[in-house]
Each structure stands twice: as structure tokens, then as C-alpha cells.
């Protein structure tokens, strides 16, 4: 069983969890070779109001939610808030990383990484306007300011917002193969194409 948690929170920017939600529960749910589990955790099992008003309620909350493989922090302006040193989320971030998760963020998600300690002398990305705060939480960060995500082994960040989806597509490619990563791509219809 693959176990696959995304953090929620008050502010937190939708797309930054609603891309990976999608891409990996299409994995899960018509894909995936072996059991994949997704889940939305949050502070409480209370609803969470995003950044743009959408309400969400999260399944669990990371504290007794035993191993987990994959957990994703996303951004948004919510993310300020989760920066204060000692933070019990801090805490739980780098229990999960020591236990083997492979610890992820979406846009200024990886602020929260940062604050956290788990950036420390890593390559990086993180939205595009707010490299200034990473390095600022943590000089040591290399900034990839042009990647759509890095992948450092046990901590992979995307930039912003709809880079989150690549990002998952990766992580699907990296757990299960690029054969099941481009069956979630097609099924998902993920053919970026701007008009603008």
C-alpha cells in the first residue's frame, strides 16, 4: 500500500492541492498496479477555507496517521502563518521525513519546508516572486528558479501553482513507472496547451 497524504489548511492556494489530488487519486483509483491510498490532512478534521473560498474538510489530521510514503505541503498565502519556528507542524514534518516519507511541496509550500529545516543545503524551487522569502528562511537553499520542479531524493518541490501537477506526475513516474505516468496523462486529458 502506496499512503499519500496532502496537507490543508486555512489560505492554503487550491490548485496547489487539488492538481496533485487529482493526478494521484486518478492513479489510485484507475491505474495504480497495488493499493494506493490518498488522503487530505489538516490541523483538525474541521473545514479549512483555501485561498480563493473553496471550503474543504480533511479526512485526518497528520498526528497517530502512522507511516506514510508521500507527504505534499502546498502553498499559498495560508502558508505565512506556518513559518513560526517550533511549529508542531515543523515537527511533524521532519518525524515523517526521518521515517522514510518523501516529504514534497507545491509553490511557497516549500517556505514551510524551509522553516521546518528540511531544505537545508538542498537545490529548490518555490513560486516564482518568492524566492527572496525561501532564502531568507534559509540561506543555505540553492535556488532553481527556472525548474518546474526538483527532485532531490527524499524532498521533491514544484513551483508554483499549476506546476504542482507536473510534480505528481513525476511522483507517480518515480513510484510506479513512466508506463502508469502516462496512463494518468491520458486519462487526466493533461496537454497543456495556453492559449495566451
Request: glycine share 10%; aromatic share 6%; with cysteine.
Amino acid at each position: 500500500m502506496v499512503r499519500i497524504a496532502i496537507l490543508v489548511f486555512d489560505g492554503a492556494e487550491e490548485l496547489d492541492f487539488v492538481g496533485p489530488w487529482e493526478v494521484l487519486s486518478f492513479w489510485a483509483r484507475e491505474v495504480a498496479s497495488e493499493p494506493v491510498e490518498v488522503m487530505l490532512v489538516g490541523p483538525s478534521t474541521e473545514p479549512v477555507v483555501c485561498a480563493k473560498g473553496l471550503r474543504v474538510l480533511p479526512d485526518r489530521t497528520l498526528e497517530g496517521i502512522g507511516a506514510l510514503d508521500v507527504l505534499l505541503v502546498p502553498g499559498g498565502s495560508g502558508t505565512r502563518a506556518l513559518l513560526t519556528l517550533g511549529d508542531p507542524l515543523h515537527v511533524a514534518l521532519r518525524s515523517h521525513a526521518e521515517a522514510g516519507a518523501l516529504i514534497t511541496s507545491v509553490c511557497t509550500g516549500s517556505l514551510v519546508l524551509a522553516a521546518a529545516g528540511l531544505l537545508r543545503n538542498r537545490p529548490a524551487t518555490t513560486y516564482w516572486s518568492c524566492f527572496a522569502e525561501l532564502l531568507a528562511l534559509d540561506e543555505t537553499v540553492e535556488p532553481r528558479r527556472d525548474d518546474r520542479f526538483v527532485d532531490d531524493g527524499d524532498v521533491v518541490t514544484a513551483a508554483g501553482v499549476s506546476a504542482g501537477i507536473d510534480m505528481a506526475l513525476h511522483l507517480v513516474r518515480r513510484i510506479a513507472g513512466v508506463e502508469q505516468a502516462r496512463a494518468v496523462r491520458r486519462g487526466i486529458q493533461y496537454d497543456p496547451e495556453p492559449p495566451v
